[in-house]
DNA sequence: GATCTGTCTATTGTCGATAAAAGACAAATA
DNA sequence: TATTTGTCTTTTATCGACAATAGACAGATC
C-alpha cells in the first residue's frame, strides 16, 4: 500500500459522532471544514456511509438513516497517523527504560517492529531529533543520548529562561486580546477539575499543556513557541509513564497554576516572576524525581 | 542510482592533498581516521589511486609514484553530499528575494528542480523547519515564512538571551579547560586578518561561526548549543548574499569580537556583558539592515 | 601479541512507483 | 448570483529496491 487511508478512516468515525445527534448532514464543503479535511475525502465518507446503510444520499439530499452503533466505528488503531504511532512506540521504549544512553538506533530493525518502512522511521527520527534525545553520526546509525538527569537539567534550564520572559511579556497585552479569556476559560477548567479531583486529576495533563502553551505564545517569539513541543512531549510521556502520587502532585499543580493565574491577572511583574518560579521549581522536581 | 558515491569522491580528492606532500601512506585503518571515512572507503579510494597510476598498492606497501595534478581531483560540484546541495539551493532561493512570504512550496517541483528524487527534498524540508522559516500543513504543502523583518527580530531575540548567558558561563571555566587555549587561538587568526584585511575579509564569515559557537558551548546546555545553528546558518547565507560594505562591517565587527575577548580573560560580569551587547547590537543592525 | 588486510554482512541514503488526499474548474441547482 | 456537486488533475505519504558506506571477523604479517 501507498499510503494509509487513516484521514478517511478518522473522518469517517468523527463522522458517525455528528450522525449521532442530527437527521440530515449538510453540504460537501461544509462538511469538509467541519471534519477539516477535504471535499475528496469528504465524498468518500458519504459514499461509505451510504454503502453501510447509515445514508440515504443523493446530491444535496443526506438523509441519517439509523443512528451508529459501535460495530460501524473502524478501531481507534486504525486511525492514527503513522507519526503518531511511531512516535508513541519510540517514547514508550525510551522511558520504559528499555534504551541506555549511547545505544544505537536501527533504522531497519525499528521499521520491523513497528511494522512500517523505513522512509517513515527516516523521517521520524529527523523530526525527533529536535528534542535533544537522539543524535545522528552522518552515514551511519542514530545514537540514543537518553532521558537522563543532565537532558531534564538543559531542558528546564531553558524552559525556565523562556517561561518566565513570556509571562513577564503576559502581562503588557492589551486588555481586548482573546488570550485573557482564554485564560478565564482556563482558569475555569482548572476549578472543575479540582472539585472533582479523584476522578479527574488525570485531565490535568492536557489543561497543563494548554496553559503553558497559552503563556508561551506571549513572547510572540516563534522559537520560544517552537520550543514548547519539547517540553510539552516530555511532560506528556512523563505524565503518561510515572503515575505514583499522580493525584496528588496534579492537585498541587492545580493549586499553583491558580495562583500562577491570579498573578498574571494582578500584571504585577514581581508577583508574576515570583509565582512562576514557584511552579517552575516544583515542575522541574518532580521531573527529576521520576529519573532517579 | 540509489546512493551518490559523494563520500569516496570527498575522500578520494583530500587523499590527493595527502598524496602531494608524503611519498607513501600509511595502513588503511590509519588513513580512515585521517579521512574521517571507514576503511571500505579507503579500500576504494587506494584501488582508484592505483588505477589512475598515483600509486603502487600491495598489501601494506603503498608507494606514491606521482604526484597529483589539477585533472586528477574530482570536480567539486560531485562532492557535496545531496543535503547541502538542497540547502544551498534552497536558502539561495529565499534570500534572493524570488520567495515571498506565503508562497507554498511544492516537493515535487522543488525536487525536479534541483535534481534530486522527492525523499531527499522531503527529509530537508523536515529538518529545515526548525529554523523557522517554512512550516507544514499535514498531508498538504509547506508554507514559506520567509526571511522577514518579524523572523530576524525573534532570532536576535533568543540569540542574546542565549549567548549573554553563555559569555557569563564562559567566565566560570576553570582555567585549564580547553575553551581558553581556543579561545587564545580565535584571537590570532583575528589578528592575522585584520593585519591583512583587504585581502582577507571574507575569512571573517567561517571565524565568526568557530568564535559564537565556542562561546555559545559555555553553557554546557544542547538546547542552546544546538539553537546556535539557526544563527549560523542565517548569517552564514547573509554574509554570502549582502556584500555591501562587507569589507567595513567584517572589520568592525572583529574589532568587536577582539574587545568581547578580552572582556572574556577579564572574567569580569560586567564587562562581559557590555561586550557581549556591543557586539550583539550591531550584528543585529547588520541583519535588519539587508531586509529592509 | 598487536596491527593490518581480505572478505563478508549489515545498514544507510536515494530513487521511482503508487494509492490517498487535496484542490481546481465548470456545470448544475437553489 | 452564490453555493453545491461532478469530474478531473496535482500533490503528498508510504513502500520496496538497490548502490554506497560502515562495520565485523578471521587469517596474514610484522
Known sequence: MAKQ?????????????????????????????????????????LGRLEEVGLLAWDKRRKIVLRKPVAADYFPTEETDSLSEIIERSFMRRILDGGAQPGMQINELELAREIGIGTTGVREFLIRFSRFGLIEKRPNSHWVLKGFT??????????????????????????????????????????????????????????????????????SRNR???????????????????????????????????????????????????LACRQHLKSARETLLQSIN
Open 5 to 45: 487511508n487513516t484521514v478517511f478512516k478518522d473522518a469517517f468515525n468523527r463522522c458517525l459522532k455528528l450522525l449521532e445527534q442530527t437527521a440530515s448532514l449538510p453540504s460537501e464543503p461544509e462538511l469538509g471544514a467541519t471534519l477539516g479535511v477535504s471535499r475528496t475525502t469528504v465524498r468518500a465518507v
Open 223 to 273: 522559537f520560544i513557541v517552537d520550543f514548547y513541543d519539547v517540553i510539552a512531549i516530555v511532560f506528556h510521556y512523563h505524565y503518561q509513564w510515572n503515575k505514583t502520587n499522580a493525584r496528588q502532585r496534579n492537585a498541587r499543580a492545580l493549586e499553583e497554576h491558580l495562583a500562577y493565574i491570579a498573578a498574571l491577572r494582578s500584571r504585577d511583574p514581581i508577583e508574576i516572576e
Open 149 to 218: 538527569r543532565e537532558f531534564a537539567l538543559e531542558l528546564t534550564e531553558v524552559r525556565e529562561i523562556f517561561e518566565l520572559r513570556s509571562a513577564a511579556a503576559f502581562a503588557h497585552l492589551p486588555k481586548d486580546h482573546a488570550a485573557w479569556q482564554e485564560l478565564d476559560a482556563i482558569e475555569a477548567v482548572h476549578r472543575d477539575i479540582l472539585a472533582d479531583i479523584d476522578n479527574r486529576y488525570l485531565d490535568f495533563s492536557e489543561l497543563d499543556e494548554r496553559f503553558h502553551l497559552l503563556v508561551h505564545r506571549a
